[in-house]
């Protein structure tokens, strides 16, 4: 516990000093996603009953989460194991590299949490749209520690920036808008949508929008995110010795 604990102390020491980086990063995506698709078309849509603006928010903050949770662990695991060549250090050191994945998980998490409470802060001042839940909170967590754990896999298994870039733009991209972020997934073709079914983000943004769901819907989205981190953290946990 004293190496977790070490671990989350260098990250919480990094945050501060990129505090005003990490916050603005954190907001310009949202904002203006909220500002062209909520605020410039929420007033003239409306989509299974209810308002575009209140139908978006959820998808954005699930989008948000993703991509900051992914990218603050994957480029951290990559550029220290390719540049700085600090993750050598780590595996000699007595550190169990079991803990240390999971301090950089629990870290890249928190720096998604983060993220989606400015998003919450920011839209509680313009619109009541947004319903808050423990449900809500507790899957807007969840899916920061699915994409954490993506994140460290894919920073330990990609050799090249490049390649870290391409796998952004091959999958967590089309990712953010194929899962029902901006539409209902029910509008892609079938074939499609199966595929879509599988994506741990779509069921985070199901489970968002889990009004007029049942519990059994609620528990399987929630079921699956678990599902997806336990096996991520699992193989994370039997390469992390071998990535060097």
């Given at each position: 516990?004293?190496?977790?604990?070490?671990?989350?102390?260098?990250?919480?020491?990094?945050?501060?000093?990129?505090?005003f980086?990490?916050?603005?990063?954190?907001?310009?995506?949202?904002?203006?996603?909220?500002?062209?698709?909520?605020?410039?078309?929420g007033n003239?849509?409306?989509?299974?009953?209810?308002?575009?603006?209140?139908?978006?928010?959820?998808?954005?903050?699930?989008?948000?989460?993703?991509?900051?949770?992914?990218?603050?662990?994957?480029?951290?695991?990559?550029?220290?194991?390719?540049?700085?060549?600090?993750?050598?250090?780590?595996?000699?050191?007595p550190?169990?590299?079991?803990?240390?994945?999971?301090?950089?998980?629990?870290a890249?998490?928190?720096?998604?949490?983060?993220?989606?409470?400015?998003i919450?802060?920011?839209?509680?001042?313009?619109?009541?749209?947004?319903?808050?839940?423990?449900?809500?909170?507790?899957?807007?967590?969840?899916?920061?520690?699915?994409?954490?754990?993506?994140?460290?896999?894919?920073?330990?298994?990609?050799?090249?920036?490049?390649?870290?870039?391409?796998?952004?733009?091959?999958?967590?991209?089309?990712?953010?808008?194929?899962?029902?972020t901006?539409?209902?997934?029910a509008?892609?073709?079938?074939?499609?949508?199966?595929f879509?079914?599988?994506?741990?983000?779509?069921?985070?943004?199901?489970?968002?929008?889990?009004?007029?769901e049942?519990?059994?819907?609620?528990?399987?989205?929630?079921?699956?995110?678990?599902?997806?981190?336990?096996?991520?953290?699992?193989?994370?946990?039997?390469?992390?010795?071998?990535?060097?």
């Amino acid at each position: 516990m004293i190496g977790l604990y070490g671990l989350l102390w260098q990250e919480f020491v990094v945050f501060k000093r990129k505090f005003f980086t990490v916050t603005i990063g954190a907001l310009i995506s949202p904002i203006l996603y909220l500002i062209a698709f909520g605020w410039g078309l929420g007033n003239s849509l409306e989509i299974d009953g209810m308002s575009y603006m209140a139908f978006i928010i959820p998808g954005i903050i699930a989008m948000n989460t993703m991509m900051v949770s992914f990218n603050s662990t994957a480029n951290s695991i990559n550029i220290s194991r390719l540049y700085y060549k600090t993750f050598e250090e780590y595996m000699v050191s007595p550190i169990n590299m079991t803990v240390y994945t999971l301090g950089k998980i629990i870290a890249g998490a928190l720096y998604g949490a983060y993220s989606a409470a400015l998003i919450i802060i920011v839209v509680s001042l313009f619109t009541s749209d947004l319903v808050l839940t423990p449900y809500f909170i507790m899957i807007a967590v969840l899916n920061c520690f699915v994409f954490s754990a993506a994140g460290f896999f894919v920073g330990l298994m990609i050799n090249s920036h490049s390649d870290m870039a391409k796998f952004s733009s091959f999958v967590i991209t089309p990712m953010s808008f194929l899962c029902g972020t901006f539409f209902p997934i029910a509008k892609m073709p079938e074939l499609l949508r199966g595929f879509i079914y599988l994506l741990p983000l779509t069921h985070t943004n199901l489970a968002l929008r889990s009004a007029g769901e049942t519990a059994v819907q609620m528990m399987l989205h929630a079921g699956v995110l678990l599902a997806y981190f336990i096996v991520l953290f699992v193989l994370e946990a039997r390469v992390c010795k071998n990535v060097e």
